[in-house]
Protein backbone atom coordinates (compact mmCIF):
# COMPACT_ATOMS: atom_id res chain seq x y z
CA UNK A 1 0.00 0.00 0.00
CA UNK A 2 3.26 2.29 0.79
CA UNK A 3 4.67 1.77 -2.43
CA UNK A 4 1.05 2.50 -3.89
CA UNK A 5 1.00 5.60 -2.38
CA UNK A 6 4.40 6.61 -3.12
CA UNK A 7 3.59 6.06 -6.93
CA UNK A 8 0.94 8.38 -6.85
CA UNK A 9 2.97 11.65 -6.20
CA UNK A 10 3.01 12.23 -10.05
CA UNK A 11 3.04 16.07 -9.97
CA UNK A 12 2.92 18.47 -12.81
CA UNK A 13 6.13 19.86 -14.33
CA UNK A 14 6.43 22.95 -12.00
CA UNK A 15 7.50 24.85 -14.78
CA UNK A 16 4.16 25.01 -16.39
CA UNK A 17 3.39 24.79 -20.37
CA UNK A 18 -0.20 24.40 -19.26
CA UNK A 19 -2.71 25.43 -21.68
CA UNK A 20 -5.17 28.40 -20.64
CA UNK A 21 -8.30 26.53 -20.87
CA UNK A 22 -6.60 23.76 -18.79
CA UNK A 23 -5.70 26.42 -16.14
CA UNK A 24 -9.54 27.89 -16.99
CA UNK A 25 -10.78 23.81 -15.66
CA UNK A 26 -7.98 23.73 -12.66
CA UNK A 27 -9.80 27.28 -11.78
CA UNK A 28 -13.25 25.42 -11.72
CA UNK A 29 -12.29 22.20 -10.01
CA UNK A 30 -10.55 24.40 -7.23
CA UNK A 31 -13.75 25.94 -6.03
CA UNK A 32 -15.58 22.78 -5.23
CA UNK A 33 -11.91 21.34 -3.64
CA UNK A 34 -12.56 22.72 -0.02
CA UNK A 35 -16.04 21.02 0.19
CA UNK A 36 -15.41 17.74 -1.78
CA UNK A 37 -12.65 17.65 0.80
CA UNK A 38 -9.82 17.28 -1.84
CA UNK A 39 -7.26 19.32 -0.10
CA UNK A 40 -5.24 18.24 2.94
CA UNK A 41 -1.93 18.47 4.49
CA UNK A 42 1.44 17.52 5.61
CA UNK A 43 3.64 18.37 7.98
CA UNK A 44 7.56 18.30 7.52
CA UNK A 45 9.29 18.62 10.83
CA UNK A 46 12.06 21.27 11.67
CA UNK A 47 14.91 19.99 14.06
CA UNK A 48 17.25 22.57 16.60
CA UNK A 49 20.70 21.36 14.79
CA UNK A 50 22.39 21.15 18.22
CA UNK A 51 20.16 18.79 20.17
CA UNK A 52 18.05 17.46 17.27
CA UNK A 53 15.00 17.83 19.07
CA UNK A 54 11.82 18.73 16.97
CA UNK A 55 11.30 22.57 17.06
CA UNK A 56 8.55 22.95 14.28
CA UNK A 57 6.34 21.29 11.74
CA UNK A 58 5.76 23.36 8.75
CA UNK A 59 1.86 22.57 7.00
CA UNK A 60 2.42 22.09 3.20
CA UNK A 61 -0.86 21.67 1.43
CA UNK A 62 -1.94 18.84 -1.15
CA UNK A 63 -4.63 18.90 -3.63
CA UNK A 64 -5.94 15.33 -4.34
CA UNK A 65 -7.53 15.86 -7.53
CA UNK A 66 -10.55 13.44 -8.18
CA UNK A 67 -8.92 12.22 -11.82
CA UNK A 68 -5.43 14.03 -12.21
CA UNK A 69 -4.16 13.13 -9.05
CA UNK A 70 -2.14 14.45 -6.49
CA UNK A 71 -1.51 18.38 -7.44
CA UNK A 72 1.68 20.31 -5.32
CA UNK A 73 1.13 23.53 -4.22
CA UNK A 74 3.41 25.55 -6.69
CA UNK A 75 0.95 24.54 -9.52
CA UNK A 76 -2.59 25.16 -7.41
CA UNK A 77 -1.64 27.90 -4.60
CA UNK A 78 -0.83 30.59 -7.90
CA UNK A 79 -3.98 29.98 -9.35
CA UNK A 80 -5.93 30.45 -5.78
CA UNK A 81 -3.76 34.07 -5.59
CA UNK A 82 -4.78 34.90 -8.95
CA UNK A 83 -8.76 33.98 -8.51
CA UNK A 84 -9.07 34.98 -5.46
CA UNK A 85 -9.90 31.27 -3.70
CA UNK A 86 -6.93 31.98 -1.77
CA UNK A 87 -9.20 33.88 1.11
CA UNK A 88 -11.29 30.49 1.57
CA UNK A 89 -8.61 27.80 0.88
CA UNK A 90 -5.49 29.89 2.88
CA UNK A 91 -8.58 29.78 6.06
CA UNK A 92 -9.27 26.46 5.05
CA UNK A 93 -5.72 25.39 6.14
CA UNK A 94 -5.20 27.76 8.81
CA UNK A 95 -8.05 26.22 10.63
CA UNK A 96 -6.60 22.73 9.50
CA UNK A 97 -3.01 23.37 10.72
CA UNK A 98 -4.10 24.87 14.14
CA UNK A 99 -6.77 22.21 14.87
CA UNK A 100 -4.23 19.33 14.32
CA UNK A 101 -1.87 20.95 16.42
CA UNK A 102 -4.08 21.94 19.57
CA UNK A 103 -4.90 18.28 19.20
CA UNK A 104 -1.40 16.95 19.50
CA UNK A 105 -1.13 19.25 22.17
CA UNK A 106 -4.07 17.68 23.71
CA UNK A 107 -2.11 14.13 23.26
CA UNK A 108 0.99 15.59 25.70
CA UNK A 109 2.52 16.37 22.30
CA UNK A 110 3.62 19.77 23.29
CA UNK A 111 6.53 20.74 22.29
CA UNK A 112 7.09 22.28 18.72
CA UNK A 113 5.43 25.73 16.95
CA UNK A 114 2.59 24.46 13.93
CA UNK A 115 4.42 27.22 11.00
CA UNK A 116 1.52 27.56 8.14
CA UNK A 117 2.53 29.30 4.71
CA UNK A 118 0.49 32.92 4.25
CA UNK A 119 0.18 33.89 0.99
CA UNK A 120 0.23 37.95 0.07
CA UNK A 121 -3.45 38.10 -0.69
CA UNK A 122 -4.13 36.22 2.96
CA UNK A 123 -2.19 38.88 4.86
CA UNK A 124 -3.03 42.28 3.12
CA UNK A 125 -6.82 41.55 4.07
CA UNK A 126 -7.52 44.17 6.79
CA UNK A 127 -9.34 41.57 9.29
CA UNK A 128 -6.01 39.22 8.86
CA UNK A 129 -4.88 39.69 12.20
CA UNK A 130 -8.56 39.11 13.69
CA UNK A 131 -8.93 35.45 11.67
CA UNK A 132 -5.81 34.61 13.42
CA UNK A 133 -7.41 35.76 17.11
CA UNK A 134 -10.60 33.87 15.82
CA UNK A 135 -8.96 30.65 14.86
CA UNK A 136 -6.74 30.45 17.82
CA UNK A 137 -9.87 31.14 19.93
CA UNK A 138 -12.31 28.46 17.76
CA UNK A 139 -9.34 25.81 18.35
CA UNK A 140 -8.01 26.63 21.69
CA UNK A 141 -4.62 26.65 20.22
CA UNK A 142 -1.56 28.12 22.45
CA UNK A 143 -0.75 31.29 20.60
CA UNK A 144 3.00 30.44 21.13
CA UNK A 145 2.36 27.04 19.29
CA UNK A 146 1.43 29.12 16.03
CA UNK A 147 4.15 30.20 13.58
CA UNK A 148 3.18 32.08 10.16
CA UNK A 149 5.69 32.51 7.27
CA UNK A 150 5.46 35.43 5.02
CA UNK A 151 7.90 35.91 2.41
CA UNK A 152 9.98 39.30 2.25
CA UNK A 153 7.92 40.75 -0.77
CA UNK A 154 4.57 40.70 1.95
CA UNK A 155 6.17 42.65 4.87
CA UNK A 156 8.37 45.24 2.40
CA UNK A 157 5.41 46.75 1.00
CA UNK A 158 3.32 49.32 2.69
CA UNK A 159 5.03 48.91 5.75
CA UNK A 160 3.19 51.46 8.23
CA UNK A 161 0.21 48.89 7.61
CA UNK A 162 2.41 45.92 7.93
CA UNK A 163 4.73 47.08 10.99
CA UNK A 164 1.23 47.65 12.21
CA UNK A 165 0.00 44.21 11.78
CA UNK A 166 3.35 42.54 13.04
CA UNK A 167 2.60 43.99 16.31
CA UNK A 168 -0.50 43.35 17.00
CA UNK A 169 0.41 39.64 15.91
CA UNK A 170 2.89 39.47 18.18
CA UNK A 171 0.50 40.98 20.80
CA UNK A 172 -1.60 37.96 19.70
CA UNK A 173 1.23 35.91 21.01
CA UNK A 174 2.18 34.28 17.36
CA UNK A 175 5.58 34.34 16.17
CA UNK A 176 6.52 35.14 12.61
CA UNK A 177 9.30 34.10 10.00
CA UNK A 178 10.60 35.01 6.91
CA UNK A 179 9.97 32.24 4.26
CA UNK A 180 12.64 31.51 1.37
CA UNK A 181 15.27 34.53 2.74
CA UNK A 182 17.47 35.75 0.23
CA UNK A 183 15.32 35.29 -2.58
CA UNK A 184 13.32 38.46 -1.82
CA UNK A 185 14.67 42.36 -1.51
CA UNK A 186 14.60 43.16 2.26
CA UNK A 187 15.80 46.67 3.41
CA UNK A 188 18.11 45.97 6.63
CA UNK A 189 16.10 49.19 7.86
CA UNK A 190 12.76 47.80 8.12
CA UNK A 191 13.83 44.26 9.07
CA UNK A 192 15.34 45.46 12.26
CA UNK A 193 12.30 47.29 13.34
CA UNK A 194 9.73 44.32 12.73
CA UNK A 195 8.77 42.09 15.85
CA UNK A 196 10.10 38.49 13.88
CA UNK A 197 11.12 35.45 15.09
CA UNK A 198 12.90 33.52 12.86
CA UNK A 199 14.66 33.96 9.40
CA UNK A 200 14.23 30.92 7.05
CA UNK A 201 17.38 30.76 4.55
CA UNK A 202 15.72 29.28 0.70
CA UNK A 203 16.76 25.78 0.09
CA UNK A 204 18.67 27.12 -3.04
CA UNK A 205 21.41 28.70 -1.02
CA UNK A 206 21.63 25.49 1.13
CA UNK A 207 22.15 23.40 -1.73
CA UNK A 208 25.94 22.56 -2.43
CA UNK A 209 26.82 23.71 0.90
CA UNK A 210 30.00 24.22 1.69
CA UNK A 211 31.39 23.58 -2.25
CA UNK A 212 29.34 26.05 -3.62
CA UNK A 213 31.45 29.00 -2.71
CA UNK A 214 28.40 31.61 -3.81
CA UNK A 215 26.13 30.00 -1.31
CA UNK A 216 28.25 29.76 1.57
CA UNK A 217 29.45 33.14 1.63
CA UNK A 218 24.88 33.97 1.49
CA UNK A 219 24.44 31.15 3.69
CA UNK A 220 27.15 32.71 6.18
CA UNK A 221 25.81 36.11 5.43
CA UNK A 222 22.35 35.32 6.41
CA UNK A 223 23.13 33.80 9.81
CA UNK A 224 25.40 36.46 10.85
CA UNK A 225 22.99 39.20 10.26
CA UNK A 226 19.80 37.28 11.66
CA UNK A 227 21.63 36.37 14.64
CA UNK A 228 22.74 40.03 15.33
CA UNK A 229 19.22 40.95 14.81
CA UNK A 230 18.19 39.00 17.70
CA UNK A 231 16.90 36.30 15.23
CA UNK A 232 16.60 32.61 15.23
CA UNK A 233 18.07 31.21 11.12
CA UNK A 234 16.59 28.09 10.13
CA UNK A 235 18.11 26.33 6.94
CA UNK A 236 15.49 24.81 4.24
CA UNK A 237 16.09 22.05 2.18
CA UNK A 238 19.03 20.30 4.15
CA UNK A 239 19.41 17.16 1.75
CA UNK A 240 23.19 16.65 2.95
CA UNK A 241 25.37 15.49 6.04
CA UNK A 242 27.80 17.86 4.35
CA UNK A 243 25.23 20.38 4.12
CA UNK A 244 24.02 20.28 7.92
CA UNK A 245 28.05 19.72 9.10
CA UNK A 246 28.62 22.51 7.52
CA UNK A 247 25.19 24.77 8.51
CA UNK A 248 26.30 23.70 11.82
CA UNK A 249 29.36 24.96 11.74
CA UNK A 250 28.27 28.26 11.01
CA UNK A 251 26.10 28.35 13.84
CA UNK A 252 22.99 28.13 12.06
CA UNK A 253 20.00 27.11 14.66
CA UNK A 254 17.23 24.96 13.16
CA UNK A 255 17.35 22.89 9.68
CA UNK A 256 14.30 21.31 7.47
CA UNK A 257 14.57 18.52 4.71
CA UNK A 258 14.90 15.60 3.62
CA UNK A 259 17.94 14.32 5.38
CA UNK A 260 15.59 14.50 8.58
CA UNK A 261 12.20 13.58 6.93
CA UNK A 262 10.10 14.84 3.93
CA UNK A 263 6.54 16.06 4.47
CA UNK A 264 4.65 13.78 6.58
CA UNK A 265 0.93 12.38 6.57
CA UNK A 266 -0.86 13.20 9.98
CA UNK A 267 -0.62 9.10 10.73
CA UNK A 268 2.65 9.47 10.13
CA UNK A 269 3.77 12.51 11.80
CA UNK A 270 2.24 11.92 15.12
CA UNK A 271 3.69 8.91 15.06
CA UNK A 272 7.07 10.83 14.01
CA UNK A 273 6.24 13.02 17.04
CA UNK A 274 5.57 10.39 19.83
CA UNK A 275 8.59 8.96 19.38
CA UNK A 276 10.86 12.06 19.14
CA UNK A 277 9.03 13.63 22.15
CA UNK A 278 10.74 15.06 25.25
CA UNK A 279 9.57 15.81 28.05
P1 LIG B 1 8.03 26.53 0.86
O1 LIG B 1 7.18 27.23 1.87
O2 LIG B 1 9.40 27.06 0.64
O3 LIG B 1 8.04 25.02 1.33
C1 LIG B 1 9.17 24.19 1.26
C2 LIG B 1 9.07 23.28 0.07
O4 LIG B 1 10.30 22.55 -0.04
C3 LIG B 1 7.99 22.21 0.19
O5 LIG B 1 7.50 21.95 -1.11
C4 LIG B 1 8.77 21.00 0.72
O6 LIG B 1 8.13 19.78 0.44
C5 LIG B 1 10.05 21.16 -0.04
N1 LIG B 1 11.20 20.52 0.64
C6 LIG B 1 11.38 20.35 1.96
N2 LIG B 1 12.58 19.77 2.22
C7 LIG B 1 13.19 19.59 1.02
C8 LIG B 1 14.46 19.03 0.63
O7 LIG B 1 15.29 18.60 1.43
N3 LIG B 1 14.74 19.04 -0.71
C9 LIG B 1 13.88 19.51 -1.63
N4 LIG B 1 14.24 19.46 -2.91
N5 LIG B 1 12.65 20.04 -1.30
C10 LIG B 1 12.31 20.07 0.01
P2 LIG B 1 5.95 21.92 -1.42
O8 LIG B 1 5.23 21.24 -0.30
O9 LIG B 1 5.78 21.39 -2.81
O10 LIG B 1 5.52 23.44 -1.37
C11 LIG B 1 5.97 24.33 -2.35
C12 LIG B 1 5.56 25.73 -2.01
O11 LIG B 1 4.13 25.90 -2.08
C13 LIG B 1 5.94 26.15 -0.61
O12 LIG B 1 7.29 26.51 -0.56
C14 LIG B 1 5.00 27.32 -0.38
O13 LIG B 1 5.48 28.48 -0.99
C15 LIG B 1 3.75 26.84 -1.11
N6 LIG B 1 2.85 26.23 -0.13
C16 LIG B 1 2.84 24.98 0.37
N7 LIG B 1 1.87 24.82 1.28
C17 LIG B 1 1.24 26.02 1.37
C18 LIG B 1 0.14 26.51 2.14
O14 LIG B 1 -0.44 25.81 2.99
N8 LIG B 1 -0.23 27.83 1.93
C19 LIG B 1 0.42 28.63 1.05
N9 LIG B 1 0.00 29.90 0.89
N10 LIG B 1 1.46 28.20 0.31
C20 LIG B 1 1.87 26.90 0.46
CA1 LIG C 1 7.31 27.89 3.90
CA1 LIG D 1 10.60 28.30 2.00
CA1 LIG E 1 10.03 28.22 -1.76
Same mark, same amino acid.
Given at each position: ?????????????????????????? %???????? $??? $?? =?????????????????????? #??????????????????????????????????? *? &? +?? #????????? +????????????????? @??? @????????????????? $?? %???????? /???? /?????????????? +?? *???? =?? +?????????????????????? =??????????????????????????????????????? $???????? &????????????????? &????? #????? @?
Amino acid at each position: AKELGRNRYQFYAPEMNMRALDRLTL %ESDLHRAI $ERN $EL =FLMYQPQLDLKTENVVGLEALV #RWRHPSRGLISPGQFIPIAEDCGLIIPIGNWILES *A &C +TR #RAYWASQGL +TTGSMAVNISAHQFRQA @DFC @DRINDVLLRTGLRPDLL $EL %EVTEGVIM /QGID /QVLNKLNLLRELGV +TL *AIDD =FG +TGYSSLNYLKQFPLHCLKIDQS =FTRGLPNDQGNEAIAKAIIQMGHSLGLKVLAEGIETKEE $ENHLKALG &CDAGQGYLYAKPLSTGD &CEEYL #RVTHR @D
